[in-house]
């Protein structure tokens, strides 16, 4: 029989050092104890609202239609900034309305948005630190147990639109920049395999990719076909392309990270 548990996910920056992850848990199963929570990660670097949205826009379309995604990385906490609720691509997304699903609004036409104002809907408390479980959870947990978006807020027409690192042409080179660095220290560009095969076809099939002060020569098919010496590149799981160090970090060894120009030329 297939399971029909609500699932909710959870993207932050808070860590596991903290009782921050697991209150927003507490909450969700006081709320529905039936709900299965799935950790994305607690390990996006503080206040990095434009990693979180590169960490959500590859992965919600591995998740079943109807789970609600709760992302929290909110330096605005406590501001007039609103709470959002999302529905797009047949989920929820529960999260503060500071651009962070900018990267899924763009990806995801005809989304509806609503803001979360009901006070039936969330706890009561005094402080204004900790919108993630006085908010975000109670949102989430209530959502899943059937309540209709409707019943949180109104409609928003105007969220927060960050603005998305593109890459851009510089008459024959193309120009982006590192968005995430992931665990390993690999360093993930927002250039895409599309643009890689566009730029290929416009300039032939040879391929330098410069960041930094180094030059990688093409593109190899694996972490395996790297070397510990030197930077290679390849095109990831996620189809961006990916610079690495085989089984060292490229971040550290390079001194390169988010927000670091790559020129392919």
């Known amino acids: 029989m297939q399971d029909a548990r609500p699932l909710i996910t959870l993207l932050t920056d808070f860590g596991e050092r903290d009782c921050f992850v697991a209150s927003m848990k507490g909450v969700i199963l006081s709320i529905n104890s039936t709900a299965a929570v799935v950790d994305l990660s607690h390990q996006i670097a503080s206040h990095q609202i434009q990693e979180a949205g590169y960490f959500l826009k590859s992965c919600y379309r591995y998740f079943p239609a109807g789970t609600i995604h709760v992302a929290v990385v909110d330096p605005g906490v406590g501001t007039e900034r609103r709470a959002l609720l999302v529905s797009a691509a047949g989920s929820f997304f529960v ?23 009901n006070q039936d809907y969330r706890l009561q408390t005094t402080g204004s630190t900790f919108d993630g ?105 996620s189809e961006n392309l990916e610079i690495f160090l085989q089984e060292d970090s490229a971040a550290r060894c390079l001194q390169v990270g988010v927000g670091e120009e790559v020129r392919l030329c």
């Open 133 to 237: 479980r006085d908010v975000f959870a109670p949102a989430a947990a209530w959502l899943s147990k059937g309540v209709p978006p409707a019943f949180f807020g109104p409609v928003v027409q105007d969220p927060i639109h960050r603005s998305v690192a593109i890459p851009v042409w510089h008459e024959e080179v193309l120009i982006g920049r590192i968005v995430s660095v992931d665990r390993f220290g690999n360093l993930i560009s927002n250039i895409t395999a599309r643009q890689v095969r566009e730029f290929r076809a416009v300039g032939g099939q040879s391929l330098e990719i410069y960041v930094g002060a180094y030059v990688i020569n093409d593109l190899v098919g694996s972490y395996s076909q790297g070397n510990r010496e030197s930077p290679s590149a390849l095109i990831n799981s």
């Open 95 to 117: 999260g503060p309305d500071n651009g962070l699903f900018s990267e899924l609004l763009e990806q995801e036409q005809g989304a509806k948005i609503w803001q979360i104002v």
